[in-house]
């Protein structure tokens, strides 16, 4: 049974292609296929002459899509009218009986007609030309029976006996004898109309009898396979074909019912062997009908619509039961890996019919995707609540994962080897539901859960990282979390257990998530048919993965800027509210007869030392991920200059306020931005967008000083004073340097500072 001879088959279908020419319209592009003298050959070769080997590939693949989309199309509109085409030939085949009977009524009618007109006696018969009777010597009572009598009382007797006796196939030939010679007999005119019609009628009545008991004897329990397919044969011998086909599909139909009864939910069957034992019943029933009828009816399109109605029927209680014994409770529940292996089996044995002409497996997938997607869904959830209770009481500390259990794991990755990673509790916990929403949706392929997954696994990582923030110091928003009852996050107090909550978006954002978009990307592998298409598959699949890798990047960085704000605010602010990066540190310098001692402010100094300790930290934390390190100190640092270049009150009192900023005031805030610079240089995550800052800073407190007609240049130093006393500030505040090795005129803008001095100091300093 192929789907070429009309068996419907069912199958998904990608969508439809593109218009290969958009500049012309359909009924232009279809007139070349409509002469009769069209050169399928011909025509390729006109077109591809002048097509590269890139458009003759473009258009090879939009003939294949067209071509999956013309048959679906086909397939739909075939599904679509089965019950009016089947509808239909019903009505055919009934009318075509009365037609019969009517041909066989005028024909009758026709020969007694003529009988009358001749003058023949109605009750007399005749032995045919060479016993004909001479009407002079006829005697009614002395008369012997002729031959068509005698065998006309024998052919009864005979097959009262058969049919008695349930002798088919002697009954059926029995039958057909007696069908050729009553017509040969009133063709020949020895057979009176009336004897004809007795003799036509009593075959009529044999052959109903025979069908009635043929009927019963295949609805019988205990009719064998062999005896249904003779029955029905038989019966269709019968002429009685559209009763014996659908005799055939109820014969199946009780079997499988009865059958099914032993099939029961019970104990540890209850799931995927119940699954298991019910698909291989239902499909190996509809696949032994389906050989049945092809053998005895062969491919006549009435009778294969017919069939494929019953199977898409058989099929959709079967999804019923497994839906509402097995699928229904778990899928409620999120055991997701329980429901796709009950699917994945049926799907399976589903499969096994496409060889016979029937895809079944949309049937299928109309009842269980809406099952496997509320376990996905539920699945997700779990994931998110599991995650939200760990990370409850997660004291963000990172450790490997536990053994035996699932992580992320060394794995190879091309020719990169990924070490095992190191996640807190919380991290570790998502990193193993995760993988397992990964495994238990890939075989499912059919379905085409992937994006879908991806797309649940991103926004329960969304949620993670909320978690994150929520567990920074000073987070705005530190309520419970949606659905976790009275679970609240564990505050992350120390910086080592913030940088902490880093480490754990990274690790799942850059391995966790891309793997999992690569493992289920690799499980929906394409049909050998389209072998040619997996290279253009593997490349169109790439752009995706930058998406994913973009949009996963966007949330880690969410949680890195709400890191640098929260440490920002720390700086800036004291903790009662107060101000400590204002603008009258400066503006309180002058006015005084002493010299200030020249070094970084307080607040640049506790900066210095943040991004020192934080730097160690990472260092140990994001081994191999070195530049996520630098960016973090990077944005840091901007953080707090971007506050401080942004601060309207600052710059009011600076530009407008009424003291102005004096020459010392000017050069330490020289002093501090350089500091900052020299620093960040060291670091190496002196960004051009924080150095062009610093200087536009600089350049904004030299014109306030400017605008009181004090030439700034000559108040300041040169810029080797403003690097050598930086660089000191960094040995000492690196323990490398103290108070007492540095000398005053080293210190003092108004001293000449040889070089000599200079060096002796930063040597002195580093030993």
Known sequence: MEPSNQRASFSSSKGDSADFETELTLSDRLKVFKSSRFDPEAYVSNRCRGMSEKEIRHLCSYLVDLKKASAEEMRKSVYANYSAFIRTSREISDLEGQLISLRNLLSTRAALINGLADGV???????????????????????????????????METLEVLLAERRVDEALAALDEGEHIAEEANHRKTLTPTAFVALQTTIT???????????????????????????????????????????????????????IQGVRPSGTSYGVAYSAALSQLIFSTIAQAASDSLAIFGEEPAYASELVTWAVKQTETFALLVKRHVLASPAAAGGLRVVAECVQICMGHCSLLEARGLALTPVLLRFFRPCVEQALTSNLKRIEQSTAALAAADDWSLTYPPVGARSLGTSHLGSMIVSQPRLSSSGHRFSTMAQEICEDVGPLDSLQLANQALEGLLQVFNSYINMLINALPGSVETENLEGSGSRIVRMAETEAQQIALLANALLLADELLPRAAIKLSSLQQTRVDDQPRRTSDRQNRLPEQRELRRRLQRLVDQLRDSFCRQHALYLIFTEDG?????????????????????????????????LTRIASIASDMFVGRERFATILLMRLTETVILWLSDDQSFWEEIEEGPRPLGPLGLQQFYLDMEFVILFSSQGRYLSRNLHQVIKN???????????????????????????????????????????????????????????????????????
């Not at 249904?228 to 109820?250: E, F, M, N, P």
């Not at 540190?585 to 002493?594: H, I, K, T």
């Not at 070094?599 to 900066?607: I, K, T």
Request: proline letters at 5%; a negative charge.
């Open 121 to 155: 006696h109605v009750d007399s018969l005749s032995a045919g030309p060479e016993h004909w009777m001479n009407e002079d010597n006829f005697n009614m009572e002395e008369r012997e029976p002729s031959k068509i009598e005698k065998w006309l009382a024998q052919f």
């Open 205 to 259: 009545e044999q052959r109903q009898k025979l069908a009635n008991q043929l009927v019963e004897a295949a609805c019988q329990p205990s009719t064998s396979g062999v005896e249904l397919r003779s029955a029905v044969q038989s019966l269709k011998q019968l002429g009685d074909s559209h009763r014996a086909h659908t005799l055939l599909l109820q014969s199946h139909h009780q079997k499988l019912q009865r059958n």
């Open 578 to 610: 107060g101000v400590r990066l204002s603008a009258d540190m400066y503006l309180s310098m002058d006015g005084y007869a002493d010299e200030p001692e020249w070094f970084p402010s307080p607040v640049y100094q506790e900066l210095f030392a943040k």
């Open 697 to 767: 800073i600089i350049g904004r407190a030299i014109e306030a000083v400017a605008a009181t007609r004090v030439d700034p240049y000559s108040v300041l130093p040169e810029d080797e004073w403003f690097a050598d006393v930086a660089q000191i500030a960094i040995k000492m505040l690196t323990g490398k340097a103290n108070f007492g090795n540095v000398e005053r005129d080293v210190t003092s803008p108004t001293a000449s500072i040889s070089a000599k001095s200079a060096s002796s100091v930063l040597s002195h300093g580093s030993n």
